[in-house]
């Protein structure tokens, strides 16, 4: 199995520098969209994350998504926000436009004051803007057990609720795998993610499940999406091992996996999230939209 070094982490390293231009043309990317866009069925509301279409410009992304009749691009910030309104769609899963950290998280009290003050700026921006989930992580565990982690996010995540409640904003913290992606990320486990949301007691505190990353920490993925879909407000989907398509090569079924989502009467997005296999940008965004077309059932 290739590894690919493409990772979010770096991605965000590299916010500043997504605005790739293309060396030739955009007839590449018409022959990806086809004279005939998908119909899609209205069960599963779909979206990317841009930084796995890094590839190319965030403005050609939304010209593509929007043609083929997609809504929403998933994981940016309100500097992207005007290229998404200039081509009416929405950013299903936002960052603050402050410090964004996947180890330094709510899970360690030191970080609370710059949290607190970062989300405290953007819930009104999101509901001016009409975007309702904003992203949030638990942070590393840097030798803290996960009780005292738990706690610790209770804490903090408290502090910013009833403002999330006030402007219709719904907080949400991604689960991600600790054992290939992210070595020592607390929020791990989809059962600590549930007790999380108990705690916390709010109808606007979810969980972005990634379907990805709970495969390789613990599997049963139906089966939890069936029993916790209450607290689960975002999906991510990428293929394992290795994160990359959607194809026969891979161990997960997404039609299956979407049948689940759609039965539990989901109404929020489904965002693609993996490195596309291609060599070549026709390609990719090619294998995108099938992600897509798997996942629409």
């Known amino acids: 199995m290739k590894h690919y070094k493409n990772s979010r982490r770096d991605a965000l390293k590299k916010m500043s520098l997504t605005g790739l231009a293309l060396a030739s043309g955009t007839g590449w990317i018409a022959r990806a969209t086809n004279t005939n866009p998908p119909k899609w069925k209205g069960n599963i509301r779909h979206s990317v994350c841009q930084w796995c279409v890094n590839f190319i410009s965030l403005e050609e992304l939304a010209a593509w998504i929007s043609s083929i009749g997609v809504g929403a691009i998933d994981l940016l910030a309100p500097k992207d926000w005007n290229t998404l309104k200039k081509y009416g769609l929405e950013c299903s899963m936002c960052y603050t436009d402050g410090k964004i950290s996947l180890t330094e998280g709510w899970n360690h009290r030191e970080n609370h004051s710059w949290l607190i003050e970062d989300f405290t700026k953007a819930i009104p ?6 975007f309702t989930n904003l992203i949030c992580f638990s942070g590393n565990r840097k030798g803290m057990d996960d009780e005292t982690g738990m706690k610790n996010c209770v804490e903090g995540l408290r502090k910013i609720m009833s403002l ?3 402007h219709g904003v719904i907080i949400q913290m991604e689960l991600l795998n600790s054992k290939v992606d992210h070595k020592d990320y607390m929020a791990d486990k989809s059962d600590w993610g549930v007790e999380l949301c108990k705690r916390i007691g709010s109808p606007n505190f979810k969980l972005l499940y990634d379907i ?11 089966r939890t999406i069936r029993n916790h879909h209450d607290c689960i407000g975002h999906y991510h989907t990428a293929g394992v091992p290795g994160r990359q398509d959607l194809d026969e090569d891979q161990e997960l079924y997404y039609p299956a996996i979407m049948r689940a989502i759609a039965e539990t009467g989901f109404k929020g997005h489904v965002a693609q999230e993996f490195i596309p296999k291609a060599s070549d940008k026709e390609g990719k965004l090619m294998a995108v939209k099938r992600g897509m077309e798997i996942c629409d059932v």
């Open 212 to 222: 990805y990353h709970m495969q390789i920490d613990e599997g049963d993925v139906i």
């Open 164 to 166: 999330a409640e006030k």
């Open 125 to 130: 921006m999101f509901k001016a803007a009409g």
